[in-house]
């Protein structure tokens, strides 16, 4: 058999149902905390139940295409606005039982970028709302949305690490100190200032000179911080480990 007559005479019914899903961790920053992108579900399963914005993979669709379409139903986004977000595959979830409705597999993404908007309930949902990452422990999520959250956040606390990824939560042009700013609140730890300015500056391609300055002093005056933008580097060599992961090193 050929594989024009192969494809002709294949019957995908012989085989068991399975569906594919694209859920989004989207995080940005407001508010000086870290906040997480949730829906209340309006229908069953888990009807009232906060979860993760996603939903079926269409059949002319990849799967980024998918996540930053469910990304934009909750946000609004769209356009250049929607180009900018970062959006990467996070993990695949397939346990057998994870969706009581059929075998169902959630290709998970995760995204962030800075000042997203005020997050607007798709067709599919009662509410969304930017939730502060410090108030998760008190929400119930659906499915087995807590285990992606989680890994979520831990694959964007260690991509600071070793990636600029940190960058991508800020304006165009930032100063060292919003860039510091956006460590400590993704890592929730406080970071000395000067050695992290000597950290980032002794990294190649993580930052690069605007060559001016902003417009006015810190709040307590002192002299005009530096703007920068991000440089070119994919990795951060050498890289900037979290003040419990240095100690370990150490």
């Known amino acids: 058999m050929n594989e024009q007559d192969f494809l002709a005479s294949y019957d995908p019914r012989a085989y068991p149902a399975v569906a594919v899903t694209a859920d989004v961790v989207a995080l940005t920053i407001r508010d000086n905390a870290l906040h997480l992108l949730l829906i209340r579900r309006a229908e069953p399963p888990y009807a009232g139940h906060w979860a993760l914005p996603g939903g079926f993979v269409r059949p002319d669709e990849d799967l980024t295409t998918a996540a930053r379409r469910e990304l934009a139903e909750e946000t609004g986004l769209g356009g250049d606005r929607l180009r900018r977000v970062h959006v ?42 930017w939730v502060p990452v410090a108030e998760l422990p008190g929400r119930e999520l659906a499915f087995d949305h807590r285990r992606i959250v989680d890994d979520g956040l831990e694959r964007a606390r260690s991509k600071l690490e070793y990636t600029p990824l940190a960058t991508r939560f800020l304006a165009p042009e930032f100063t060292i100190g919003e860039l510091r700013a956006v460590y400590e609140t993704v890592w929730g730890h406080p970071l000395h200032a000067g050695n992290f300015h000597r950290k980032v500056l002794s990294v190649p391609g993580f930052v690069e000179s605007t060559g001016a300055n902003t417009e006015r002093g810190g709040s307590r005056g002192g002299p005009r911080a530096r703007l920068y933008r991000a440089g070119d580097a994919r990795l951060l060599h050498p890289a900037l480990l979290r003040p419990a992961r240095e100690e370990t090193v150490r």
């Open 88 to 129: 990467e595959q996070l993990a695949s979830y397939g346990a057998p039982e994870r969706d009581p409705r059929m075998r169902i597999v959630s290709v998970a993404h995760l995204a962030f970028a800075p000042d997203l908007p005020d997050a607007t309930a798709g067709t599919d949902a009662d509410e969304a709302d």
